[in-house]
């Protein structure tokens, strides 16, 4: 097999792919709202390559290579960064997202709604 023909045929295949998807594909250029919010989208990438070649046979002495590459890339947006003055939120999109993943986006709202009331009750128990 013509090793010069497949590299070329897989180097042409990823060249392709690098200008399709780059960093700015997965986390994306922040958007800005207003003067005090900055929405950054956030997508999922998944890509597949593949690539084979062979020589074939052939009567003459020329080489004879036959060969072919492919690729798919599926982008799903998943999420957005919301960010504010005063806080930074994950806004997930996904309705199946896990359990684990809403409890942690949750966490900083509960630690602060916790906080203020422990807050107000030693403020109570002050008086």
């Known amino acids: 097999m013509s090793a010069n ?4 045929l897989v180097k042409t295949a990823m060249e ?12 994306g ?3 800005t709202v207003n003067e005090t919010t900055t929405i950054i989208p ?5 890509c597949g390559f593949a690539s084979g070649g062979s020589d074939l046979p052939t009567s003459s002495s020329k080489d ?3 060969g072919g590459s492919g690729a798919g890339i599926t982008i799903s947006p ?14 997930q999109l996904s309705m199946n997202a896990p359990k684990e ?3 942690i986006n949750m966490l900083p709202e509960i630690i602060d709604k916790v906080t ?6 030693k403020e109570e128990k002050a008086e």
């Open 42 to 46: 956030v997508s999922k990438v998944s």
């Open 78 to 91: 998943i999420a957005f960064i919301a960010v504010t003055e005063n806080e930074v939120k994950l806004l």
């Open 64 to 66: 004879c290579f036959g």
């Open 16 to 27: 392709k792919i690098h200008e399709m998807v780059d960093c700015q594909t997965i986390v």
């Open 5 to 8: 023909n497949l590299e070329n």
């Open 116 to 121: 203020a009331y422990l807050q107000k009750k």
């Open 29 to 31: 250029n922040p958007i």
């Open 101 to 103: 993943n809403a409890a």
